[in-house]
């Protein structure tokens, strides 16, 4: 596994850095500036080193031109990516010793390319051996588990807040998902009040599909098949329950489990009630938590990742996305950032027809493919397919 070092200041970029890059593959060590970082890669030697410029301390270039110095350091690829874009940024760049210059804002899916192409045909660097221990007692072995791990990957859209347009968002993503796979993409609508989800797709269901409570205590593939809406476009929706009727916690567990155990990603469009996510929220691999720009939801989304920490779900597997959901935002982007303390996964622009396309159950994505929310949204669903490896279809 290839190493890469990210040494930046700002703690957001670490944070969407950290996981973008785990997600592709790489093994990551992040440093708040320069003396961190030219501790922990004379420590660890990277593979690769992403490097920002201006830092407290021991700046971008002389940091660069100490790894390039060290012989630990001095074979590892080096890449800056700094707001600085003067040609005379990039000339001291690359007299410092750097193998390529990216100016701010990059999409965290170019940089894995980037780096990538920087890495084609090099080998990982391997650690030096480590001196056998002395022999031991034997370990015994763990029994082999009676029922086999489902090896699909779930993304949760929740919000707190209502009225944010998380399903109209999971509607189009999934579709996104479905059309850029050319497979079957199942989206599990876990909400106490049923149907929009079905609705934003266009799409019909009738009692007692979705009632998975008339099925008993226990479920198998087959009798959950029978429950799954299909669409044209190879999304299938297991549609929330009808009214009144309820199902056990470990029955919703078991279907979320028995579907990533037949798909490569499961979606959940989730209710604002945390609890209601509980039964599927150990299993996800990401949160999407949807905010409007505004002061109210941003102060709920961030009660939601206080919440989300106590229940032990890793900070960096929460992606904040933006939605205008007004023609005007009441709170700029930039603030956001600064506000929240989290990193920005996407800003899905405003799209006036994206509540009349809701109604009508014909998503954006078919209706405005040009629009800038589809492409937002598109974007969005390549890092996803691409961050868990799923084979996309050919164009």
């Given amino acids: 596994m290839f190493k890469v070092l990210v040494v930046d200041d700002d703690r957001n970029i670490l944070k969407l850095l950290d996981f973008t890059l785990q997600d592709a593959g790489f093994s990551v060590m992040t440093a708040r500036n320069g003396e961190e970082g030219l501790a922990?890669?004379?420590?660890?030697?990277?593979?690769?080193?992403?490097?920002?410029?201006?830092?407290?301390?021991?700046?971008?270039?002389?940091?660069c031109r100490r790894l390039r110095a060290?012989?630990?350091?001095?074979?590892?690829?080096?890449?800056?990516?700094?707001?600085?874009?003067?040609?005379?940024?990039?000339?001291?760049?690359?007299?410092?010793?750097?193998?390529?210059?990216?100016?701010?804002p990059v999409m965290p899916d170019e940089l894995v390319l980037k780096i990538r192409s920087l890495l084609s045909g090099a080998e990982p660097r391997v650690p030096p051996p480590k001196e056998p221990e002395p022999p031991s007692r034997p370990?015994?072995?763990?029994?082999?588990?009676?029922?086999?791990?489902?090896?699909?990957?779930?993304?949760?859209?929740?919000?707190?807040?209502?009225?944010?347009?998380?399903?109209?968002?999971?509607?189009?993503l999934v579709l996104a998902l479905?059309?850029?796979?050319?497979?079957?993409?199942?989206?599990?609508?876990?909400?106490?009040?049923?149907?929009?989800?079905?609705?934003?797709?266009?799409?019909r269901s009738e009692p007692?599909?979705?009632?998975?409570?008339?099925t008993g205590t226990s479920l198998s593939w087959?009798?959950?098949?029978?429950h799954l809406v299909d669409h044209a476009s190879g999304v299938q929706v297991l549609p929330a329950p009808p009214r009144g009727s309820e199902v056990l916690p470990s029955l919703t567990h078991e279907a979320f489990s028995i579907l990533r155990a037949h798909y490569p990603l499961v979606l959940v469009d989730a209710d604002k009630d945390l609890d209601r996510v509980q039964p599927v929220l150990g299993a996800g691999d990401l949160v999407l938590l949807v905010i409007a720009p505004e002061q109210p939801v941003m102060e709920a989304a961030t009660q939601a990742i206080?919440?989300?920490?106590?229940?032990?779900?890793?900070?960096?597997?929460?992606?904040?996305?933006?939605?205008?959901?007004?023609?005007?935002?009441?709170?700029?982007v930039d603030q956001i950032r600064k506000e929240m303390g989290h990193p920005l996964f996407a800003v899905i622009p405003h799209e006036p027809d994206m509540e009349a396309a809701l109604k009508s159950g014909r998503p954006i994505l078919t209706t405005h493919p040009r629009s800038a929310a589809t492409q937002a949204i598109g974007r969005m669903a390549l890092q996803f397919a691409r961050g868990f490896k799923l084979p996309l279809a050919a164009r």
């Fill in 40 to 63: 922990a890669a004379l420590d660890h030697p990277p593979d690769v080193a992403v490097l920002d410029v201006m830092m407290p301390g021991v700046h971008g270039y002389e940091l």
């Fill in 306 to 332: 206080h919440q989300l920490r106590r229940q032990a779900f890793p900070e960096r597997q929460i992606l904040l996305i933006v939605n205008q959901v007004h023609s005007e935002a009441a709170v700029p």
């Fill in 139 to 172: 370990r015994m072995r763990k029994a082999a588990p009676s029922t086999p791990k489902a090896a699909g990957h779930a993304v949760i859209c929740y919000s707190p807040t209502p009225g944010v347009g998380v399903t109209s968002l999971v509607a189009n």
């Fill in 222 to 226: 087959d009798t959950l098949a029978l």
């Fill in 70 to 104: 060290d012989s630990r350091t001095a074979e590892a690829k080096i890449i800056f990516l700094t707001a600085r874009s003067q040609p005379i940024d990039e000339q001291e760049a690359r007299k410092a010793g750097a193998d390529m210059f990216l100016s701010k």
């Fill in 178 to 203: 479905s059309l850029a796979r050319r497979a079957k993409t199942p989206v599990v609508e876990l909400h106490a009040v049923p149907g929009n989800l079905v609705s934003a797709l266009g799409l």
């Fill in 208 to 214: 007692p599909i979705g009632n998975l409570a008339a």
